[in-house]
Nanobody, 115 residues
């Protein structure tokens, strides 16, 4: 059963913007932590941004200040707004939730930044 579904990826030119969305299945319940990770070709998966159920936000050290994580709890949606995208942002972006000790991953959405 698919519980996290990402969308919004695609091909964008340097300097462009994208908003990624993650639909969180109600079967997951109320996650303690929601987040975005990314994995570039030949590299390890890395943290992009985390949002706790209490509203605390943190960003990965390699993520510039051009990314913003947000949530619509009513709609069970998680978002990642990315502006001024650069080629080094090219990666597969994954949605992640953690409820207690149970972590879930989405299938990922490809973001390619290229002219």
């Amino acid at each position: 059963q698919v519980q996290l579904v990402e969308s919004g990826g695609g091909l964008v030119q340097p300097g462009g913007s994208l908003r990624l969305s993650c639909a969180v299945s109600k079967t997951i319940g109320s996650p303690d932590i929601l987040g975005w990770y990314r994995q570039a070709p030949g590299k390890q998966r890395e943290l992009v941004a985390l949002l706790t159920d209490g509203g605390i936000i943190s960003y990965g050290r390699s993520v510039p200040g051009r990314f913003t994580i947000s949530r619509d709890a009513t709609a069970n949606m998680l978002y990642l707004q990315m502006v001024n995208l650069q080629p080094e942002d090219t990666a597969v972006y994954y949605c992640h939730t953690r409820t207690g000790g149970d972590g879930k991953w989405g299938q990922g959405t490809q973001v390619t930044v290229s002219s």
